[in-house]
Structure formats: C-alpha cells, structure tokens
C-alpha cells in the first residue's frame, strides 16, 4: 500500500466538495412564502406557545426526540491521544454518520474546550434541552468516569460514554456465547484483562454483572498486575484489585486462564502464554490496529480457541457500531430519561441470541457464504445484519418499560419494528452489502483504459481494499509514468501492450476469424482489431485469463460493447443485451432499465429486457417490484408508447406469474403506493413502491436517471451490461474514481455469480 497517496485520500474524503461529513436538511417544504412563514415567523410561535404550555411537546413539534449530541473534549482520541477539541471534530463527525446511516439518529458533533469534570458536566447539562440524548467521546480516563456519573445522575436523557460501555455491551455479548460454545460457567471462570483504561474498567464490570466473580478476575495496567497495596491507581481501579500473590506478571495470570480480555496494546501476548491458558480458550485481542496476539498465530497456536478482535479482517469482530446506534433508537424511541444498567443488559442478550438464530440470506450474500452459523468463527452478528436495528432496539426498549425509565409506552410491537425498518430502509445496505460479497471471492479485472489517472487510482483502491486483482492494457511505458507521477502503486500488477507482440495474439485473432468469417471479418483483421484493448480484454474474459472487463471512460457506448458481442456474445436464450443503472436513493435502491443499449425497444423486446432485469436484481438480494412506465397509467391514453407497454404486461402477466410486475403507469404511480392504491387498487404493486423502474426507449430513460442523477441527488451505479454470458461493463464517459470503483464492484459480484451458475 502506497501510504501518502492513502493519507491524501483521507484528506480529500474529508475535504472535497462540502467540507466535512454530515450536513443539516430541511425536512418540511421550503419551497414558498407560505412555507417559510409556517417554519418561521410568524408560523412558529404556534408550537413555541404549545410548548411552553406543556414542555413534553417539543417532542411534538421539533427534532429533540431523534436528535443526539455526540460531545467530547479531544483529550483521549482512539490511536490520536490527546489532540484537542478542533482535531477531534472529524472523528465526532464519522460517529454522526454512524448514528444516521445505521439507525437513522440525526446528531450535532459538539467538540468542546473543557477539561475540568466541572467545565464539562455545566457545559452539556445546559443543552439537555435541545438534545434527546448524550454520546460521550474520546475523554480520558479518569475523567470520564466523573463526567458519566454526574451527566448520569442530573439530566433527564439518555447519556452513554460509547469508549466505557459500546465495546462492553459488544464483548459481553460474546462472551456469553463463546463460553456456552466453550462449555464453560461464568461463575467459574478465571479471567484475566490486560488494561485498565475505560472500556477495560467498563468491560470488567460489565462481566462482573453478567455472572463472572470478581475473585476470578485478574487487571493488568501499563505497571503491571493490579493489587491493593499499589498508591499509583484511583479507586474505580483499586476495585478491580487481585488479592492472589501467585501473580506477578502476565505470564503467570495466563496459566490456566480460561479467558483473555486485550484492551491495550498489539503483541503483548505470546504463543507460549496461550498454550499454558485452560482447555479450550477464549481470547478477545481488541487493540487495534495490532491485536495483543495476532489472529493467524492464535488460532494455529491453540486449535481449541476462541478468538475475537477488533478488525474486520477477521471472524469474531468486537465493533461497537453493533451497539451505540441501536441503543440509542430504542431509548430515544421510549423517550427514557435515562441508559440504565438493564437496558444495557438488554443489549447484550439480543445482540448474543441473534448470533445463535438462522442467518437472513441478505448476510450470507454480503459476506460471500452459504453457511454462516453459531460457531466458533461466529459468535456475534456481522454488522451489515439488518435484524440490528429490530433486535437490539427492541430489547433495550422494552428494558427501559419495564425498568420504569421510559415517558412513552410502545403497545404494538410489530408496528414498532416495521418503524424501524422503514427508517434506514434495508435495501440501504446494497451498495455495503455488495462491496463485503465482493472482498470474499476478489476476481481478476482486466482494464481496456489503463493509461488514464482515473483508472490506475480506482485499480489502486480495488487492488487494496481486497476487491479485485487489476490486469492493465495500454502503453507501458505511459502506465508506468502516470503511476510515477501521482504516487500509485500497484506492487507486481500485470500490464500487456497489445500494440507490442502479445503472447495470446495469434490464438485469439484465430478465434475471432472463426466466430465472425460469415460476419466480414477476415483472419488479416482479426489479427488487425486484436491490437484494439477491447477486443484484446474480451478475448481475455472469453479463455478464461480475466474473470470481467471494464471500459468504457475514454470511448462511446457502441465501441466498448461491439467486442464483447461479437467475441463473449450473449447467454443462450437472450436475444439482446440490456443496460440498467443502479440508483441509490434516500429511499433505497432503485433499478432503471434499459437506460443505455436499446433505443426503441418492441413489445417483445420489453418483455426481454423486463425478464433479465428482473433476473439481475434477484441476484442483488432484492426482491423486484417493476413498474413499465409510459405517460398513461393502465390504458388513460392510446398512442404507440403505451400499446406496447400493455402488451408486454399482458404477456408478463401469463408466461411469468410469479412476477411481481405491472403498467402502464406513470412514473409517480409507480413511486408512490398510497398514491397507486388510492387510484388503482387492483395494480399488482399495490403495498409497497415499484424498485424497479422499465422505460418504454431509451431516450426516457437515460433522461431520467441523468435528472435524478444531478438534481435529485441520487447516486447512479451503472451502466451495468446485462445478458452476456460473461461479465463486461461499460463505464460512463467521464466516471469519477468512485464510480469506477462501484462498477468494478459491481463486475465482481456479476462474475462470481456468473462462476456460480457455471458450476
């Protein structure tokens, strides 16, 4: 990896366009004088004088009730130290996008100059009216132990020190199945933590209430072991004290220690000290970047391990975006005056007992396998579950009822999390979902326009991230001097200049004279477009040296696919190719078709392109729901446009039942299900809102996704190429590096599911 260039990344993530990570949005109308005067003056003072009658309704009438403040001082930056209020403003800002992306928590980062437990505690409780809730962050240790307890016991809302509790609800969790795995009582554990920070104080006392007994547990701080006769610690640590005399070092507490808790720094912990730790052992290394022993030695190490940390690297990730998000919507949700120790509990069971239920298929795509399960390489839910946010917001919810802390009683729990699961919207995680199926089976990509910047940095980042393996084609020499020129390193990637004699050349030029001799093609020409890098990387896809093709940035529509056709041709049974975007919207995913390829398709040419887009957005792991659109909605209108769409319903409608498909409509019918219902209520599509949207040409299309595209906000994946019996897709002229990155993604996951249905 190419370090500056990956720390300039970073730099232009967080500086490129809107400076910063999270942004505030209107959500009532603006767009008239009325508007304004209903959200101001003089409209305002209605809910303004509400409120002040009955204080409980500025959960009424403003944000407060979905609103957290994620507040810190700077001082104890994960990895950074202490850097100061400004400096920690990015990270604040990154857990504001967690809050929001993962349970739809609109939050306000608050980085504040205060140091003293007094500075800080009057500083947050004088905006306890303005927020639903508190994250505390990055504060030192013992400060922040001070600071909880006091925000704690004189505010009203729900305040939580993510650093002490997330990672101790998490490793709770999986702890409690590791040792059910393990066979293993909590009360007669014998435990050893190494550190005394925070979360490893949090930790402990999180174990302690779960059944481990504290004459079990053995502290280490960067001094050494914990004892009582130590003057150096404070009384939250002296708590954790051993009274055994037989400990002196690390060394001795491992020997037979049934658990390991690592909450400190990358390899204090060697291969010798496992193998003295009792049968069947459990270890959560969770420093990081460096666990305290590493994965792979561990689990070579001992055989009979259980083994957890902090990457995602690695099975068994303790990572707090399992925790803080969901406990707050379901506190936030209940309007709890408080996150009390049950609904903490709470949390950890739910999280601990969705590990042990059947896996949605949704999490077996996103992580490229058929059989994850309650196991030793398997005891915490992956992050991307969309169950998180049902499960564990429930629980805790339901715990902060019965506990007595909640102003609002929810009654109908099935009402509660079909709320939930509309607020983030579960197709939300496709594009996630896609790039975790992808890093599990990486696939060789071969780039027809490799000697463009854009291209060679999306390679670079593909190539890192874990996604796929690059192959080059272009003039070596200006490959090598752009990878120069702006610090890109590729390490021993593969580059072939087909204008220089390639070793395949021959053997491919033969193939192409063979499949195109009654098509004008002659061997002289074949040998000719060879030295063209589209029909050279389609050639590579075709026998099998390249699992997908990727072109497109540099050159028109036509010449990019023309190769693949003639040299991959299309699935047997397809009579013509499709295109169709990808557009991640507010609202989810939503699939456009055909946008790219067919001009004016016939009746039977909708009918073609609706049945391989149905089929493709079934193997994205969504459930298709198509409108075929036209400018009348179920026969209003006569004209050619919506007779052909008819027809093409009436025929979907008899050969393939079990579609999910109506028309035609218009483009709003087909978004907007009540809108649908209240009209037409015997539409098919009545219930929910079509996903997936079938244009009548390709002028209405390619129009539509561009408008949606540029003004409605929506990000386009695309153009993804359907109907070739191997994968090759075609960029937009001028793809930004992210958009490369997303189609080559894309390509990815089209080719293992491609290898798949091969074997």
């Known amino acids: 990896m190419n370090k500056p260039n990956r720390n300039q990344d970073a730099l232009n993530y967080h500086s490129k366009g809107r400076p910063g990570k999270i942004q505030v949005v209107p959500t009532k109308p603006t767009n008239s004088q009325r508007d304004l005067s209903m959200a101001y003056s003089p409209g305002v003072a209605e809910p303004c004088l509400r409120i002040a009658d009955n204080v409980d309704d500025v959960y009424k009438y403003t944000a407060k009730g979905n609103l957290v403040g994620v507040i810190s001082n700077g001082t104890a930056v994960l990895g950074l130290g202490n850097i100061g209020p400004e400096a920690s403003k990015p990270v604040m800002e990154g857990k504001g996008l967690l809050f929001k992306i993962y349970a739809d928590i609109d939050v306000f980062d608050l980085e504040v100059n205060a140091k003293t437990v007094d500075e800080f505690v009057n500083i947050v409780k004088a905006l306890e009216p303005t927020f639903g809730g508190i994250n505390l962050e990055d504060i030192s240790a013992p400060t922040c132990f001070e600071i909880e307890r006091r925000l704690k016991a004189e505010m009203k809302i729900p305040v939580m020190h993510d650093d002490q509790h997330g990672t101790a609800i ?300 690059p192959i080059l084609l272009g003039n070596i020499k200006r490959i090598r001097q752009i990878m120069r020129d702006y610090e890109i390193d590729l390490g021993d990637v593969k580059i072939i200049d087909t204008k220089e004699q390639c070793d395949r050349i021959e053997e491919y030029a033969d193939y192409l004279y063979l499949t195109r001799q009654r098509r004008g093609i002659t061997l002289t020409e074949s040998r000719k477009l ?90 994205f792991n969504v459930n298709p729901r198509v409108a075929i659109l036209s400018y009348s909605n179920f026969g209003s209108n006569d004209g050619p446009v919506p007779e052909k769409t008819r027809e093409a319903v009436s025929i979907l409608h008899e050969k393939y039942p079990e579609m999910i498909v109506d028309g035609d409509m218009q483009a709003n019918f087909a978004l907007n299900a009540d809108l649908l219902a209240d009209n037409f209520p015997f539409s098919t599509l009545k219930g929910r809102p079509a996903n997936t949207l079938i244009f009548p040409n390709l002028e209405s299309g390619n129009i539509a996704y561009k408008l949606l595209q540029e003004m409605g906000g929506a990000e386009a994946v695309g153009p993804i190429l359907l109907g070739l019996k191997k994968p090759v897709h075609v960029l937009q002229l001028g793809s930004s590096v992210r958009e490369i990155v997303n189609m080559i993604t894309i390509a990815v996951v089209d080719a293992q599911e491609k290898e798949k249905e091969n074997i």
């Not at 389609?538 to 099998?544: N, S």
């Not at 169709?580 to 946008?595: A, E, L, Q, R, S």
């Open 170 to 469: 998490i490793s709770g969790a999986a702890l409690l199945n590791a040792c059910e795995i393990q066979g293993k009582k909590l009360d007669k554990i014998k435990m050893v933590v190494n550190g005394a920070g925070a979360a490893a104080v949090s930790c402990s006392k999180m174990y302690l209430a779960l059944g481990v007994k504290k004459e079990n547990l053995v502290m280490f701080d960067i001094n050494g072991v914990i004892t009582p006769d130590r003057t150096d610690l404070d009384e939250i640590r002296l708590a954790f004290a051993t009274t055994r005399t037989d400990v002196k070092t690390l060394t001795d507490a491992m020997k037979n220690a049934d658990v390991f808790v690592g909450l400190s720094a990358g390899n204090v912990v060697s291969a010798e000290m496992l193998k003295v730790m009792a049968k069947n052992p459990v270890v959560f290394a969770m420093a990081n970047p460096d666990p305290e022993i590493s994965y792979d030695l561990a689990i070579q190490t001992r055989k009979d391990i259980i083994m957890a940390t902090g990457r995602s690297d690695f099975p068994n990730q303790v990572n707090n975006v399992l925790g803080f998000p969901y406990i707050f919507r379901g506190a936030l949700d209940v309007r709890a005056t408080a996150i009390n120790e049950e609904m903490k509990i709470a949390a950890v069971k739910a999280i601990a007992e969705m590990a042990k239920k059947p896996i949605p298929e949704a999490v077996n795509l996103a992580y490229n396998t058929t059989n994850l399960k309650f196991g030793r390489d398997y005891i915490i839910p992956k992050p991307m579950d969309p169950r998180l946010i049902t499960e564990v917001s429930s629980a805790v919810a339901l715990a902060a009822i019965e506990s007595g802390v909640a102003r609002k009683i929810i009654t109908d729990w099935e009402a509660y999390n079909e709320e939930l699961r509309l607020r983030i919207g579960i197709d939300d995680k496709l594009l996630r979902n896609l790039t975790y199926k992808a890093r599990q089976d990486p696939k060789r990509i071969v780039f027809a326009e490799a000697d463009t910047y854009k291209i060679l940095r999306a390679a670079q980042i593909v190539k890192e991230e874990g996604i796929a393996t």
């Open 530 to 619: 060879l030295r063209d890098r589209n029909y050279y990387g389609a050639c590579m896809v075709q026998f099998g040296e390249a699992d997908a093709l990727i072109s497109g940035l540099t050159k028109d529509y036509a010449t990019t696919i023309r190769p693949a056709l003639q040299i991959i041709g299309t699935i047997p049974g397809v009579r013509r190719v499709a295109g169709m975007y990808m557009m991640i919207t507010k609202k989810g995913p939503v699939f456009f078709g055909d946008t790219t390829v067919n001009v004016n398709p016939s009746t039977q040419d909708l009918v073609d392109i609706t049945v391989l887009i149905e089929h493709s957005v079934r193997q």
